[in-house]
């Protein structure tokens, strides 16, 4: 998604290098242990992770799709594992790109550290997520 052609009105987004896959709408956090590029992003993969932002469409370590955009401020759809009720935070899990309620994870303390210091990500409403994807605003 070239943002010189698509309109992204009163969103921030950042030009960043995938070093890993990242699907679409998918959380990312930054990769520290790339070193040709360190501000490169991953896919969340864990509890406990600190959001980057929201990749725009999918991308790869490898291929035409190496560098995009991710959403740091703004509405967009995030994958989730679940439908979360109206603003709820949401929080990194094990699955890729994947964010959950926050309440649902199990350390708790580490996860909201986490989540707050990171780029928050809080669900608009509590329609169902569609594809598992759920309408959140970022930052």
Not at 110 to 126: E, Y
Request: with cysteine; proline share 4%; hydrophobic share 45%.
């Amino acid at each position: 998604v070239d943002p010189r052609v698509n309109d992204f009105p009163g969103n921030i987004i950042k030009y960043v290098r995938a070093a890993g896959t990242i699907p679409a709408s998918g959380a990312v956090r930054r990769d520290t242990a790339n070193a040709d590029e360190p501000n490169a992003v991953l896919a969340t993969s864990a509890t406990g992770q600190i959001v980057a932002g929201v990749s725009i469409v999918a991308l790869a370590s490898r291929g035409t799709n190496r560098f995009g955009w991710i959403t740091i401020h703004g509405k967009q759809n995030v994958l989730t594992a679940a439908v979360a009720a109206a603003d709820t935070m949401l929080a990194t899990t094990a699955t890729a790109g994947t964010l959950d309620d926050l309440a649902t994870n199990t350390d708790l303390t580490l996860v909201a550290i986490n989540a707050f210091a990171g780029v928050p990500v809080v669900s608009v409403d509590s329609t169902a997520a569609t594809d598992g994807v759920l309408e959140c605003f970022i930052g």
